[in-house]
């Protein structure tokens, strides 16, 4: 099935013409959501009905590497390009403000997190996906043996940092990182448990070491931030995620890959994949906005 990427409208023929059509009639209203999404991924000229989806037939085309390699280099692109997101600018060489708004909006992320892992866990019969998934809350929330869970690793983190955790835990997540929270939670609770997996794990892929293997400009941070005067809290958080997320995002997209087959619902997870990203994008740059306000009030 094939869905819009930007309102989620389910295109029943499953052709692409039908999606340039909707894109077409969603930019006669002059929706600028729909506009800036073609803008950002499409084309910026604007182009006939027929041209159009001959372009997004292309840009959906994952025949060449398979569906797992399609979401990492879309992935890559958008987030470590020449132009890479705020966020990712600013830890290659990261202030404790910066990190401080890591910590804050990361918290609320986290507790979304776990609760998506969860539905998915509640909606799947699959042992592998059930397994991975269960896997994913014990690191986030209790961590293994000697090994501290990722959620107090981060709090610790803020704490060496001046950042007291009595004020994360009281804190509200900022519009960008709300508005997000609201899509994971609505799409893990009312939709295919599959959209909610590509939509969550595919953003492992930000803490990917491998990225450069696939044409990224930056890293998630420079490494050199390990080596650097910063708390050795900071550095065991950013040490932990970054050995971590490089093997949950090939095995989640393994899976996703695996199952979207079974299904036939390679089109679908697409789009749930684009969405996510444009959200995730939106939250990162939420880091940035609360850095700046630890900056100013602290």
Known sequence: MLVCPVCEERIDDESFSSLSSHFLETEKKSDSSHIMWLNGNISKSRVSGTELSNLLETFYDYSGRGLSDWIRRKFIMKFFSTNPNPFVRDMQNPTSYTLMGYVTEHYHFLKQWVKSCA???????????????????????????????HLELL?????????????????????????????????????????????????????????????????????????????????????????ADQYHSSNALNLVEKYARIYNMEREVQSYFLKSSDHFYRYLESRVERGKMYEEEL
């Open 119 to 149: 539905f998915i866990i509640a909606k799947s019969d699959h042992y592998d996906v059930q397994k991975y998934e269960l896997d994913n809350i014990k690191e986030e929330y209790f961590g293994e043996g000697a090994s501290l869970p």
């Open 155 to 243: 709090l610790r983190m803020g704490e060496s940092l001046g950042l007291p955790r009595r004020k994360v835990l009281e804190s509200e997540p900022l519009r960008k990182t709300r508005e997000a929270i609201e899509f994971w939670d609505n799409l893990s609770r009312n939709g295919h448990w599959l959209d909610a997996m590509a939509s969550m794990h595919s953003l492992e892929l930000i803490a990917d070491k491998n990225v450069k293997n696939y044409g990224a400009v930056y890293s998630y941070f420079d490494p050199a931030v390990l080596k650097s005067d910063l708390p050795d809290e900071v550095k065991q958080f950013l040490r932990a995620g970054y050995e």
